[in-house]
């Protein structure tokens, strides 16, 4: 045997090994007691139960599937992450997007193999669609965001304006929420940070998991501000309406932005769609001549 036989021998034997590992694994229980599982309820930032618990380990085989890439391919962080800014539904809960994930590899993967008739094909679409859901979750959180970002200006102008009058800023965000008729996200979110301080959580915690929560840099820049008024005990009031003011040049100027470029893009569908059906409908009739006259019919 030559040296780059035994080298390809030795690389499939351990990837031999490997799929087996990973197999047993899924199908085979743990050997670990009941308590085993209380490590895989990691706590968050502020003690919050790890969604995870619920799995069993000695379940079906679609807990030790789940159980396998939470806890071995680790991504129990990702998932929660994204759960988090989705605004911490009920539905769908981490554990939920996990099966959407799982259901859309293998529903993919199925119909691949189904309609190529081979099985290393399928096998190897799954982990795509595995990550397909992502792009929906992540086009929700986008939507999210967009609406925070929306009422943010107005909602530090309100903030200002009561602070001015002589409320503190925690009870200010409060009388600005209980008097909102339907609130919008960013009001839910204010209003999960003033429970969280309720419950016993510092301002400079519960301020820096709101900003958490949303995922905005506007959000953490504005958290930031409040942090260090309270530390040099700066006027808050004209730090506010300097960031809302702020806030709004930067929105026009995106918008500007946006307005600027709409005439380059709309280059890409006129040239596709637009151009050539206006060439169909002009050249049509003369094309119809030609192939029944045998000439250009003038």
Known sequence: MTGSQIFLYVIGMLGSMAAFTAVMRIIQPPQEDANSLARLAIKGPGG??????????????IDRLDLFLVHNLRMAEKIELMHMLLGKPTKPTPLNILHMKEIAAVMVGGFIYFMSESWQVGLAVAPVAFFMPDFYFKGRIEERQRD?????????DLAALTIESGLDYMQAFERIIKAASKRTELEVEFERTINEIALGYSRRDALRRLAMRTGLQDVRSFVGLIIQSDELGTSLVELMRNFATDMRFRRLNAAEKAAAQAATKMLIPIFLFIFPTVFILMLAPMMKNVFQSGGLGF
């Open 48 to 61: 919050d139960i790890s969604p995870w618990e619920n799995i069993n380990p000695n379940g079906t085989l």
């Open 148 to 156: 925070i970002i929306r009422n943010f200006p107005s909602l530090v």
